[in-house]
């Protein structure tokens, strides 16, 4: 089984993923549920934020960092950053 491209063509405005199908225009949350954008596209593997004023750059996220997809939102995973390394050894 092959899975599907994410390369995005201009005219396009869903995306399946393996997480569900992204649509242009969905919100994108944080694992604590703060708003972070809206999808503008899907580049590689990399979704694309709406950019929402002159001086904004594009933010964008990475696939791997989808939870979950649902009808109009895409919620990224808590990846436990904030323990990286702890009980680490040197």
């Keep these: ?28 949350l944080a694992p604590d549920g703060a708003l972070l954008g809206t999808v503008e596209r899907l580049q590689g593997e990399e979704v694309i934020l709406a950019e929402h004023g002159p001086d904004e750059r594009a933010s964008f996220i990475a696939v791997t960092q989808i939870d979950g997809v649902s009808e109009d ?10 323990t990286f390394g702890v009980g680490a050894e040197p």
Excluded: N
Aim: negative net charge.
């Design 73 to 82: 939102t895409v919620l990224l995973t808590d990846r436990g950053d904030a």
């Design 1 to 28: 089984m092959t899975s599907p491209s994410t390369q995005s063509t201009d005219d396009e405005t869903a995306w399946a993923t393996a997480s569900g199908t992204i649509r242009k225009g969905m919100k994108v």
